[in-house]
């Protein structure tokens, strides 16, 4: 229900630990089993399963509608860092475009996600307002955006100074950038979280972000709404996407004292 793993090896591999129950482990075993039990309760199927069979996710498992158990996960041998939801689940192993699939209470769904959400988390951190626009946005023509958001948050995640590019990240600035170019572009961008770069600082803002997904999965189903967590998003039904979204929004100004959460509906039809 609840796991707590080390730091990953050189593998990339990170072992689950054994930990001695308290009242916090048991607070998030019981949000997790709560969460468990209103979707398995729920209306949700999947269309359009092939003939030969069942089709297979990204972990080989196989995409079926009883799968749907989650699990929560923290990292490094802390409760202070990670914290997603994963687990056997079959949304979570689906290709994001099979995700069309989906139908809750007989409905397309509707993902709603935050946008920018490490960086706006840095910003909340460093005690300063929100900015205004697309923060991945460094060139201000969306040039290079996708670039942008992989290695600002490599540069949230890494401990001291980036040495390479992040995978799959120099092709999408313009020619002529370097890394020591685009990190220096970055941080002048964002003066206000630049001294947070390389101090390891993603994990923990992926526990603020599980928390708040927790948040936001507890309000909707209270309200009878049935949501599929993605990390920072939810899968929900089509007609339930304006309370997904209000949700979101609201309790991303809780914790952040800000109103400018990006929260974006995507349908897929």
């Known amino acids: 229900m609840v796991i707590l793993k080390e730091g990953k090896d050189e593998d990339g591999n990170a072992a689950a630990i054994s930990y001695r129950e308290t009242a916090q482990s048991k607070k998030f075993a019981n949000q997790v089993r709560t969460i468990n039990?209103?979707?398995?309760?729920?209306?949700?199927?999947?269309t359009g399963q092939v003939e030969s069979g069942p089709s297979l996710g990204k972990d080989g498992h196989v995409i079926a509608p009883y799968r749907r158990s989650l699990r929560r996960i923290f990292n490094?041998?802390?409760?202070?860092?990670?914290g997603r939801l994963a687990g056997a689940a079959f949304w979570l192993s689906m290709e994001r475009a099979?995700?069309?699939?989906?139908?809750?209470?007989?409905?397309r769904v509707a993902e709603v996600d935050y946008g920018q959400l490490f960086p706006r988390l840095a910003y909340v951190r460093a005690g300063t307002p929100q900015p205004d626009g697309d923060l991945y946005d460094l060139f201000g023509n969306s040039t290079g955006r996708d670039g942008c958001k992989k290695l600002m948050n490599a540069l949230?995640?890494?401990r001291g100074p980036l040495k390479n590019w992040p995978e799959d990240t120099h092709r999408h600035f313009p020619g002529g950038v370097n890394l020591r170019t685009a990190i220096e572009m970055l941080s002048a961008k964002h003066a206000p979280i630049a001294h947070l770069f390389g101090k390891g600082l993603g994990f923990q803002l992926m526990r603020i972000e599980s928390d708040m997904l927790i948040e936001v999965l507890t309000e909707l189903s209270a309200a009878g709404v049935t949501a599929l967590p993605l990390h920072d998003a939810v899968l929900v039904a089509k007609s339930h996407a304006?309370?997904?979204?209000?949700t979101m929004g609201a309790?991303?100004?809780?914790?952040?004292?800000?109103?400018?959460?990006?929260?974006?509906?995507?349908?897929h039809n």
């Not at 490094?76 to 990670?82: E, I, L, Y």
Request: net charge positive; glycine share 10%.
């Open 251 to 267: 309790v991303f100004q809780r914790w952040s004292g800000s109103p400018c959460a990006i929260v974006s509906v995507k349908f």
């Open 156 to 158: 949230l995640f890494s």
């Open 37 to 46: 039990r209103f979707l398995r309760e729920a209306d949700i199927e999947i």
């Open 76 to 82: 490094n041998g802390t409760w202070q860092h990670g």
């Open 242 to 246: 304006g309370v997904a979204q209000e």
């Open 98 to 107: 099979e995700r069309k699939r989906i139908r809750i209470e007989g409905q």
